[in-house]
Structures are given as C-alpha cells and as structure tokens.
C-alpha cells in the first residue's frame, strides 16, 4: 500500500466516480474501480451510459443513464453523502455536465479533489458519441475542476485548436496557461508528441501546475518517455485513476504522475508479452500488484530522466 502505516488508522478515502460502464474493453469504470480499489480507496460510481464495449468496438451498445443518475444523486443527498474526490470522464450527455456540477456541490467537503478528465476524443477525432455541444459542456464544466487531463486532441478541443499530431514548446505553454485561466489549478496534459524532439523520444507528458491565485505563480514542467508505438484504449482512465489516487494519498503532483507513467508503462510491456490485443486494453489484472509499491529516489530519477523545468 503507498500509505502502509496509515492502513487501518482510518477509513479508506472515498473517490465519487462518474463514467461509463463499458462491459468489454478495459476501460472507464471497470478500470478506475479496480485501480482506485487496489490502492485501498473506495470508490463509488456514478454510471453515466453502459455499452456493450468501448467505442472501438464497431457495432457497440449505448444507453444514455442521464435520467438514472438525476435519481442517484437525490437519493444520495437524502443522507449527506460526502466524497474525499470527485472524479469524472467520459459522459453520456451534454446534459451531464450539469449533473457533474450539482454532484460536485453537493457531495465536496473543503478538502475535496475534484479531477476532470475531459474526455471528447483521441489522436485527432472526437469519440462517435461526442459533439460539438459535449465540448461546449466540458469547457465550462472544468471551470469547477481542481485538476483536469486532457490529452493534446482534447486539449485542442477545448481551446477551439485545430487538432495535430505533434506541438511545440512554446504553443504548449500557451495552451497549458489558456486552459488554466478557465478554472483548473493544475492541466496535465497526456500523449503531447513534441514537435523539437527526435523520433525515438518523442512522447512527452506536459504539465502545468499553477500557483493559488493568491500568488500568481506558475510552474510548468516537461516529463518525457519513451515513443510507445502502440494504441491501447483506456490508458488515458488508468493514467487519471492512479493520479486521482495517489493524490488522495497525499504524494505530490510529480510523484503522482510518475507513479501513473510507471504503471502504464509496465501495463503495455506486460500486455505485449501477455500477447493481448490491444483493443482490449492493458491487462491491469496481470500488473495491479506493482500499483503501490514505493517510488524509491533512485526509481523516481529513473521516471524522470528528462525532468525539466519549463520556466
Ligand atoms: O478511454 C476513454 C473512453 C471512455 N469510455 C468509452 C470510450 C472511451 C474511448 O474510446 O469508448 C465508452
């Protein structure tokens, strides 16, 4: 466990997470309950559509659980529920957002975390269930959010960006600061292959952190591994589910991250071996074991060999 010692001295953290329930396909809800369960947090969903499979999958199920989830969230207000973290991705409507909101004000005490993951679309296209009106939605839902992870296509469509394969230094800058002053006080953005770098190490993790606003400050980082050459879905809900939960843990945001990185990492070499097609995702049942172990110092140089101070 990354907190051993506090195992036991208290009730296990509680994350409120608003997603779909994809039932092939890791991915979503099935991935942030086993994720945030294997590092002892509780965590309770909030579906927001159940599909047969994740959008990959041709010929896929949906329904829309709007009205289902307008009923959960008044049964659960008729007993003061509250939640260490409230956690959303993928939604089932525009409509939603509203209802994520509400969930986010009714169900916070002061030290909740609120991450948001915006979830529209991957290497330049929207998801087939997402619109133009979903990305109206999550521009103004991540006014509320604490943290939000976009990858760089929904971090375009956001800004109202054209979409690209590769960014530079200094126009990631100027996104990570634009979607900062919409809300978020820290933007992670995923799967950012930088334009300046070679090949071989191209994908970069990118991350802002803003100051509070009393002081104004921000700081930005650049976190780098290796190219993967390989599509996994559902890496971006593992990524944002191990952070949620190692800053429920209280480790700092470039540990969290480190931590969600190494775990990824693992989980694609394991599931090329394993020989598992990659549509079904990385299997998290063969590598939940090395979840929480302790990032030592050495094995945090190692996550971070290119750290850089962006400023
Ligand atoms: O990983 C994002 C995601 C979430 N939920 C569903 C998806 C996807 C990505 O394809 O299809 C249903």
């Known amino acids: 466990m990354i907190c051993s ?33 294997t590092m002892g947090i509780q965590a309770c969903p909030l579906p927001t559509s159940l599909l047969s499979a994740h959008t990959e999958f041709d010929g896929f199920t949906f329904l829309d659980l709007t009205g289902e989830m307008e009923k959960i969230i008044a049964h659960w ?58 990305v109206q939605e999550m521009r103004m839902l991540i006014r509320d959010a604490d943290i939000i992870t976009p990858n760089l296509t929904e971090a375009a469509l956001l800004l109202d960006e054209p979409c690209r394969e590769t960014i530079d230094k200094t126009t990631i800058i100027a996104w990570l600061k634009r979607l900062s002053e919409m809300g978020p006080h820290a933007v992670v953005i995923t799967s950012a292959i930088m334009s300046e770098e070679s090949e071989s190490n191209a994908a970069s993790l990118v991350i802002a952190h803003s100051r509070p606003p009393q002081t104004r400050r921000s700081e930005f980082w650049q976190v780098k591994c290796d190219y993967i050459p390989a599509h996994y879905p559902g890496t971006g809900d593992i990524f944002a589910s191990v952070l949620t939960g190692s800053l429920l843990w209280k480790e700092e945001l470039p540990v969290a991250i480190a931590r969600a ?27 939940l074991g090395g979840l929480n172990g302790p990032l030592s110092r050495t094995r945090s140089q190692q996550l971070f060999p290119d750290y850089e101070n962006l400023k």
């Open 5 to 37: 010692s506090s195992l036991n001295s208290r009730r296990p953290p509680t994350v409120l997470a608003i997603h779909d329930l994809s039932g092939f396909g890791r991915g979503s809800l099935t991935t942030a309950i086993t994720i945030l369960g």
């Open 77 to 134: 207000q008729t007993f003061g529920l509250k939640f260490d973290a409230i956690y959303s991705g993928f939604l089932g409507s525009p409509a939603q957002a509203a209802l994520v909101r509400k969930a986010i004000e009714l169900f916070s005490h002061s030290g909740t975390i609120c991450v948001i993951d915006p979830v529209l679309g991957d290497n330049g296209d929207l998801y087939p269930t997402m619109d133009a009106v979903m």
């Open 261 to 287: 990185m190494r775990f990824i990492a693992t989980g694609i070499e394991q599931s090329e071996l394993a020989g598992e097609p990659r549509k079904n995702g990385i299997v998290l049942e063969q590598v």
